[in-house]
């Protein structure tokens, strides 16, 4: 913004003086607009191309005056804006140069491909929980946006695999694909899946039909926002106290309650014992609601004898500090 005011102001003074020497001579000598500007510009110019007409005495004394303040006053404009924009297209090479440093050293981080009003939102969220990530976002006007909130943003196409590449797709934990287009997620999808294997990826999808072909192309998991809604809209219409716990414990921050996941790492002290032996309650306040084994099975509320086994995935419904706390026992 400063350097915005910065360049306005010089084409104000500019103008100006411009206006002030072409009024001067027209009022002084009573010449016509073209002449009177052109004294103007090779006065203010110190070009030293002969008089357009003859000067009288009171012509001859307001050129002295235009060309002591109106010379000035044009170097000063002319060297404010040549500064604002070398020192804009400087700042632009040196932003490039470190976030393409800064890209090049991330690792299990996430993309967020296409930042409209699904990808603020899944920023925001991931800004909340302390996450890195990188956003890939097409439109020049929006990616001007982000670099101002301070978050890392590639403008380019997230279908392509420079791209990706540039967002450091290979060492990335995953990547969420939201972009307006079906077609465009299923790029991205395939894309992706080939350059990493391991990568976790989760795709919006708009038709009822691209779901399983998302899926074939390797997505992870496919959510449809219409779909999704119409669920959530009937719960809080059948279910409205369930509804209401789960937006508590998921989406608001102020509660002291977290729905949480946890991986049960080698070398933990929970790997290999039953739930009633891991004091989970009686030392941490959790509920185990589920756990979900390293094969994908799922099991609802886990009875007492149910054991914890390397690889598991428990979720845990629990106070925050506690649930840090209890990470801190998972990872052994």
């Known amino acids: 913004m400063e350097a915005d005011r910065k360049l306005q ?28 500007l052109y004294m103007t510009v ?27 303040f109106g010379v000035g006053a044009m170097a000063y ?17 040196l932003g490039r140069r470190k976030l393409k440093r800064t890209l090049r050293g991330l690792k299990n981080h996430y993309i967020i491909c296409g930042f409209g009003r699904m990808g603020r939102i899944i ?3 991931f800004r909340e929980d302390g996450v890195q990530f990188v956003v890939i976002e ?10 101002d909130s301070n978050m890392l943003v590639i403008q380019g196409d997230a279908t392509m695999d420079a791209v990706l590449h540039e967002a450091s797709v290979g060492e990335a934990k995953g990547l969420v694909s939201v972009l307006s287009s079906d077609a465009d997620n299923l790029l991205v999808v395939l894309s992706a899946r080939s350059l990493n ?14 779901d399983a072909k ?7 998991k496919v959510i449809s926002p219409y779909h999704m809604g119409g669920i959530r809209m009937a719960h809080a219409m059948l279910k409205p106290t369930v509804t209401d716990f789960l937006e508590i414990t998921v989406q608001d921050k102020t509660v002291d309650l977290d729905l949480e996941e946890l991986c049960v790492a080698e070398g933990s002290k929970l790997a290999g014992r039953a739930l009633n032996d891991s004091n989970i309650r009686r030392d941490y306040g959790a509920i185990l609601v589920a756990l ?32 840090e706390k209890m990470e801190d026992l998972t990872k052994g």
């Open 214 to 220: 998302l899926k074939r192309a390797g997505a992870d």
């Open 197 to 210: 294997p391991a990568l976790r990826i989760v795709a919006r999808a708009s038709a009822d039909d691209i």
């Open 138 to 147: 097409n439109k020049p006007s929006v990616v001007a946006g982000i670099a």
């Open 77 to 93: 404009a002319l060297r404010n804006a040549t500064h604002v924009m070398l020192e804009g297209e400087l700042r632009h090479v």
């Open 292 to 323: 979900k084994r390293r094969s994908g099975e799922m099991i609802f509320a886990p009875t007492g004898e149910t054991r914890i086994e390397a690889g598991d995935t428990m979720i845990v419904l629990g106070q925050v500090k506690q649930l």
């Open 9 to 36: 102001y010089s084409v104000l003074v500019l103008f100006l003086v411009l206006a002030t020497g072409t009024i001067g001579y027209q009022l002084v000598e009573g010449w016509n607009f073209l002449d009177s």
């Open 123 to 125: 920023a925001s969220e």
């Open 42 to 68: 090779i006065t203010l110019a110190t070009i030293g191309y002969r008089e357009v007409h003859e000067l009288s005495t009171a012509g001859k004394i307001f050129t002295m005056s235009l060309v002591f």
